[in-house]
């Protein structure tokens, strides 16, 4: 465990977090701080985060002093841009059906987890296709250009 | 016990709502293209899927009838996840709300995809006309995804693999009793479903469902 201070955040990271985001990430470190042992934030050795830049900002918020770290010094310039891409990026994907029928929606959500919302509200009724009525068939006569629409001419 | 069912309504439906319907629980996985009435269903205000008529992909689907174009329609998709009224009352609500909008319209036509084992039990359920088969010749699968070949041509996609032709089952539904005398003596018995393909899918008359992502939970709702 170290002081939470000295750790600095990563001036280059190109990972931004949405304030909606954020706060359930600070709620989840208050719930379950193990978490943070289980999966510590990445240094590397100038003590600046390569993996948990959004952590050690919700951590500060939620109040911590000390956390767990992982100090990866000899890493060189080249490999720590790749971990910083690598550790963010999710190769999986999730299988819906299994999540919507064995776990909770609501703690999905609480988790951070993005569902569509699939709940619609009815659209209304210009938004629909008048299936009795064709569209007209403009042409522009080349001799006299007067428009005429052809539907109205036998059964086009 | 099953409990009550829940409160069913069917309105106007955005075409946002109708494309993730059909992309998520309609065996396509598409919204068809072209002039469409899309009608919305909630469960005790859940959405929970689109009944959706258009004028089809083929153009000549009304002229054996001798209807124009504006006189007629097809049913072309029935996207529901799992639902706890019958559909066959689904599709004749969402049928009234269609003749109030288009109140001209005379006929509505109906294919139940044998490929996908549909006979249309909702058709046969709702008491509509059965006329007969089409084989259908032209659909193609490609990395699991099936279509018309001409949509995989359109696309550029080469490599797909032709499919077995497979019957379309063609059920009619005329909207005024002078239509119904014109188009009943086309007539014919409906189709069964062979035995063994009976399953708890078939109890619920969801057809269209896209079977493998609710079994378990219709089941439940059945049991």
Known sequence: MIDIKSIKLNPDNPRLIRDDKYKKLVQSIKDFPQMLEIRPIVVNSDMIILGGNMRLKACQEAGLKQILIIKADDLTEEQQKEFIIKDNVAFGEWDWDILANQWDELKLVEWGLDIENNNFDPGNEFEQGQLDELEPKIIICPHCNKEINLRDMNDV | ?223
């Open chain 2, 1 to 223: 016990m099953m409990s009550e069912r829940p409160i069913l309504k069917l309105d106007w439906c955005t075409h946002k709502a109708a494309k993730y319907a059909c992309e998520n629980w309609h065996y396509s996985e598409s919204i068809p293209v072209g002039k469409l009435v899309k009608i919305g269903v909630w469960e005790d205000d859940k959405f929970i899927g689109v009944v959706i008529f258009g004028r089809g992909a083929n153009r000549s689907l009304l002229s054996p009838y001798r209807l124009k174009q504006d006189e007629g329609c097809e049913l072309v998709r029935i996207a529901l996840k799992e639902h706890r009224n019958e559909v066959t009352k689904i599709v004749k609500i969402a049928i009234d709300l269609l003749k109030k909008l288009c109140n001209k319209l005379l006929l509505i036509i109906s294919f139940a995809d044998d490929g996908q084992g549909h006979i249309g039990s909702i058709y046969q359920g709702g008491n509509w006309i059965y006329t007969g088969y089409i084989k259908q010749k032209s659909k193609a699968i490609y990395k699991g995804k099936i279509a018309h070949r001409r949509t995989f041509d359109a696309a550029g996609i080469k490599g797909y693999e032709s499919m077995d032709a497979h019957k379309k089952y063609r059920y009619l539904m005329p909207l005024t009793k002078e239509m119904r005398d014109k188009v009943i003596h086309l007539k014919k018995d409906y189709p069964k479903r062979p035995k063994q393909a009976m399953d708890t899918t078939s109890i619920t008359a969801a057809g269209q469902y896209r079977p493998g992502r609710s079994i378990n939970q219709m089941e439940t709702i059945n049991a």
